[in-house]
């Protein structure tokens, strides 16, 4: 397993989250999703024989958010 952080721009409020946290536990290999408001950070614990970072950017852009 390995955790990474995305900078996600454009979340302001808990419908937000939700969308993010969704998209991301959609994907198989995902294990742990912990989305930060304040912070715009999401932290994604991922098994990388399974998914990608890109895939990971992919979700969170499918979803309006743009991910620096």
Known sequence: MQTTTLDVRGMTCGHCKMSV????????????????????????????????????QEAVEDQGYDVA
């Open 21 to 56: 946290e969704g998209a991301l536990n959609e994907l198989e290999g995902v294990s742990n999703v912990e989305v930060d408001l304040a912070t715009g950070k999401v932290n994604v614990t991922f098994d990388d024989s399974k998914v990608t970072l890109a895939q990971l």
